[in-house]
């Protein structure tokens, strides 16, 4: 006898969260997301429909294939994702459960997903990101981005968080995580020479007071020499 899986119909689409890469296509023109896992192989947009990621024939989700797109029902738990050292530059998407789909224990796995939000986390210094910027490696036709601020971004191509969104389209929302707050930089060079050179001026100047003071009451003009 065939077992058949229990049936669902909510009456909202269920909702949950996972982490991916952000992506540009080489043209600049159209922007998506790649996966860290099964779906590493070819970026999706923020409404997409699934394919089995092993070239097979069937319909994605297969109940005996992996295929399919997966999110957790718990935030900690796509959090927790970000934490290992592959994932950290991957950015936090909170997603909406379309058409067919199998529940796991600890999510879902879809024939069709929504992105709803994508939250950015810090720059690798750890302060607030401003832009996502050229990661230095891609797929075909696609380049990944990461989380960068003003002063780590240098040279390399960027997009701000709102030129993202649109470049998405379909309603995405990207937003920043907070940095840490970064201590202050200690003085250079160029600061110190320019404080001693503040100093220097500040000693001549008291220096010419205290000869004015000795000429003013008869002394001789050099008594305020050092």
């Known amino acids: ?28 023109g159209r922007a998506g997301f790649l996966g860290v896992s099964l779906g ?28 399919g797109f997966h999110c957790v029902t718990e935030l900690r738990d796509a959090q927790g994702m970000l934490t290992h050292a592959e994932h950290r530059a991957a950015v936090l998407l909170d997603v909406t459960v379309l058409g067919p789909y199998i529940r796991f224990e600890r999510g879902f796995r879809s024939a069709r997903q929504r992105v709803r939000a994508a939250t950015v986390g810090p720059c690798r210094c750890g302060a607030e990101a401003v832009v996502l910027a050229d990661a230095g490696w891609g797929r075909a036709g696609w380049r990944v981005l990461e989380a960068a601020c003003p002063g ?35 003085p250079g060079m160029p ?24 000429r003013a009451k008869g002394g001789p003009a050099d008594d305020a020499s050092p």
Do not use: N, S
């Open 152 to 186: 780590c971004v240098g040279g390399r191509p960027r997009w701000t968080l709102a030129a993202f969104a649109r470049l998405a389209g379909d309603g995405l929302r990207v937003r920043a995580a907070p940095g840490a707050e970064l201590p202050e930089a200690a």
């Open 40 to 67: 590493a192989a070819a970026p999706y947009r923020v409404l997409d429909d699934a394919r089995c990621v092993y070239g097979r024939r069937h319909r994605a989700p297969h109940r005996r294939c992996d295929c």
């Open 1 to 28: 006898m065939r077992v058949r899986l229990p049936q669902e119909r909510p009456a909202e689409p269920p909702t949950g969260y996972k982490i991916a890469h952000p992506a540009v296509d080489a043209d600049g």
């Open 191 to 214: 600061e110190l020479a320019a404080e001693a050179a503040l100093l220097q001026a500040r000693l001549d100047w008291f220096q010419a007071q205290l000869a004015r003071l000795g």
